[in-house]
């Protein structure tokens, strides 16, 4: 008998056959000896739609929601129904005997893989690969290893509800938002509570008041200090108060009243798990979320470089110690030779910073593999990341930094100056990054002011405490109040990940859906809301828009996987706070006016096109939902000149056809000349031939009247 193995795509598969020795390659799958393997192409299987269960809800009616099936039926999805046939045909073949499960490790995989195996009534027994590489190594150690897939139901469960919870919450308010306004307006169970904090940052962006300060420094000619008053605060709101004190300080003595040495130890950052590595990426090489998890992908699947990329976990096992040296071996080429070659020489200091198998859960942290190292073989973005990764790696078996922070106080005239120093002892793992600070020293990004530092921060000479030292010079800067930062990627990462939004494997997923929906916008490098997102958030239930109940779903689901709680009574609270969502958004007075009207109206029902930003570059379309007409929202210049400032006039469509206007006078005149109709098609085919040729003593009217005068005579 052979066991059939359903991998997750085609590239994992090739994988997993040529090292199981499952070489005859056929359509839908390899078969060998003992294994026959397959994939899934991401979800064969998906849950039903509304209209699936009754035709009516095909046609999105207020009064039909909201739609909540009693048992969630499960369907073979249309776009890969073809393989499908594949996998179930052989599950079918009698010389099959069981089904090894060799999807991504995760709940995810888990659960595609399931409703697959729903879907063809498998009922023998079936076993899971669970691996955290992709290396020749991990899959025959895997195949060696194979766990009974019922250990993996809970798992499942968590997935099953995450799923149907979703799609009860996003289908019934998505519908109901849409209807009820009369535009596509989607939500969900994490993208609403996400906009939502975009939009608390937002709220206290535009309630901030600035405020004008002045600060005073004063330079004692070796080194220079910050006066702060009694209350800690180095900054004046009172030019006047400011003044007085610059000028009594002038000139004057003071004596060191405190001279404070503090020795630092500071030790290695964790290794990477994903959202960390997502933040780093962010903020060092400006990559989106998404971007970081699709070079990651390639870096653990293609390159086989790295281990399992959707982690929420910063610790290794125990189980992996004995590996350490191997791994570094295999990164010690090129830039790192000379960082990781040193700890070779050497028994590694493994401590519970780096191995705690209590602080694992599923996965363990993102690691290089043993796989040789082939620079030469990434692309610009694969290196990058790769560099983030490995020197997180190596800096784990680097002793931490050392360093001697030194606060000094000065007092002149009953004011207190401050200045702190820091002199570097030993600098540890910061050899690893040339000395310089990792990103986690950077600190996030919140909801306080971003303003300027109160007191200096130098390399200081030797000061003892009852010096005298005197004033050679007093500055009087001045600063303004600076409002909250916009959230970069890497601050929206961090706040979702706190408030215990989506996991790891999903957050840039989201972060991609409210772009795509036209909620947000990226400005640089910063997440803005768009003007459709403000009002969007103003129309769905307060409770929804704000993260605490959503993080509360996340970890009842978190719960389930772990086998402390159970799927029926958190569906149960999925229906109702389903039904009461729909009621809210029925019962809603609030008026909903769309942010990107155009100037420009449909020429086939006269509706005003939308502007919608495109990969291709800004597109109109038509909102009515019968017609769906588009076309490229850039601004087409004809050839015929303003009577009033000659300038070449605008192309635009309206309910009579084309016409042009003057961008600086807003002058109008018809393109139909003499009366004669032109259908729509000819029209825009008149327009394409005539607006690239220009005539002496000729205008656009005056060519588009010769030529259907020409078609009349015909």
């Given amino acids: 008998m052979k066991s059939l193995v359903l991998a997750e795509k085609p590239s994992v598969a090739r994988e997993i056959a040529r090292v199981m020795g499952s070489r005859e390659k056929h359509k839908g799958y390899f078969e060998g000896p003992k294994y026959i393997v397959t994939w899934a192409l991401g979800h064969l299987v998906g849950l039903a739609e509304p209209e699936d269960y009754d035709h009516k809800y095909a046609t999105w009616n207020l009064e039909d929601l909201p739609i909540l099936p009693g048992t969630m039926k499960l369907k073979v999805l249309r776009e890969t129904s073809q393989q499908f046939k594949v996998v179930q045909q052989l599950a079918r073949r009698q010389d099959i005997g069981d089904l090894i499960v060799a999807t991504d490790a995760a709940r995810e995989g888990e659960l595609l893989a399931r409703w697959i195996l729903n879907m063809i009534k498998w009922n023998k027994p079936f076993q899971r690969l669970w691996i955290s590489s992709q290396t020749d190594k991990a899959i025959k150690e895997g195949f060696a290893g194979l766990r009974p897939g019922k250990e993996f139901d809970r798992l499942y469960e ?104 503090t020795e630092k130890v500071e030790p290695h950052p964790l290794a990477y798990d994903l959202t960390e590595l997502q933040r780093d990426a962010n903020r060092k090489y400006g990559f989106s979320a998404k971007q970081t998890s699709n070079v990651l992908q390639k870096l653990y699947e293609q390159h086989k470089l790295v281990t399992y990329p959707r982690t929420d976990s910063r610790y290794l096992t125990t189980d992996m110690a004995g590996t350490l040296k191997e791994r570094l071996n295999s990164v010690a080429v090129g830039p790192y030779a000379t960082l990781a070659r040193p700890l070779l020489r050497k028994n590694l200091p493994i401590s519970k910073r780096i191995v705690d ?32 990764i490995v020197r997180r790696f190596i800096s784990l078996f680097y002793p931490p930094a050392l360093y001697d922070a030194v606060d000094v106080v000065v007092q002149v005239e009953g004011e207190s100056f401050h200045v702190k120093g820091t002199t570097v002892k030993n600098s540890g793992w910061r050899e690893v990054y040339g000395g310089i600070a990792s990103s986690e020293d950077e600190g996030e990004e919140d909801a306080t002011s971003a303003s300027e530092s109160d007191e200096s921060s130098s390399a200081l000479p030797v000061l003892n405490e009852g010096d005298t030292v005197k004033i050679q010079k007093v500055q009087m800067q001045n600063g303004r109040t600076l409002p909250p930062k916009r959230y970069s990627e890497a601050g929206l990462l961090s706040q979702m990940e706190k408030h215990g939004l989506g996991t790891p494997a999903t957050r840039a997923d989201i972060i991609e859906k409210l772009v795509n929906s036209d909620t947000i916008e990226r400005q640089g490098s910063v997440l803005h809301p768009t003007g459709k997102g403000k009002q969007l958030i103003e129309l769905v239930s307060s409770e929804l828009a704000t993260p605490g109940l959503t993080a509360k779903w996340e970890a009842e689901l978190e719960g389930i996987a772990r086998g402390k709680g159970k799927a029926e009574p958190f569906l149960e609270g999925i229906r109702s706070m389903s039904k009461e969502l729909v009621a809210g958004v029925k019962g809603s007075a609030v008026e909903y006016k769309p942010h990107n009207v155009s100037t420009s109206h449909c020429p086939d029902c006269g509706t005003r096109l939308l502007e919608k930003k495109s990969k291709r570059g800004l597109m109109l379309t038509c909102p009515s939902d019968d017609c769906g007409y588009r076309r490229s929202g850039e601004k087409r210049l004809s050839n015929r000149r303003c009577p009033q400032c000659h300038k070449k006039m605008e192309m635009k469509e309206g309910k009579a056809g084309l016409y042009v206007q003057c961008l600086s006078c807003g002058i109008t005149e018809t393109m139909n000349q003499g009366g004669k109709h032109v259908n729509k098609r000819e029209e825009r085919k008149l327009v394409q031939q005539y607006s690239k040729q220009e005539t002496v003593g000729s205008n656009l009217g005056e060519l588009l009247k010769a030529a259907m005068e020409q078609k009349n005579n015909k």
């Fill in 158 to 261: 968590s997935a099953r509800c995450r799923a149907e919870a979703d799609w009860m919450i996003g289908l019934n308010v998505t519908r109901a938002l849409t209807v009820k306004f009369g535009a596509q307006l989607s939500a969900g169970r994490v993208q609403t509570p996400t906009l939502g904090m975009i939009m608390d940052r937002e709220h206290e962006i535009i309630q901030f008041r600035s405020q004008a300060y002045d600060m005073i420094k004063a330079d004692f000619g070796s080194f220079t200090a910050s006066w702060r008053s009694g209350g800690g605060n180095g900054r004046i709101f009172d030019r006047k108060q400011a003044e007085e004190l610059k000028a009594k300080l002038e000139d004057k003595s003071g004596r060191i009243i405190k001279v404070k040495k």
């Fill in 357 to 388: 198998d209590s602080k694992v859960s599923d996965h363990h942290a993102i690691i290089p593999t043993e796989e040789t190292l082939l620079l030469n073989k990434l692309n610009t973005e694969e290196r990058k990341l790769y560099d983030l």
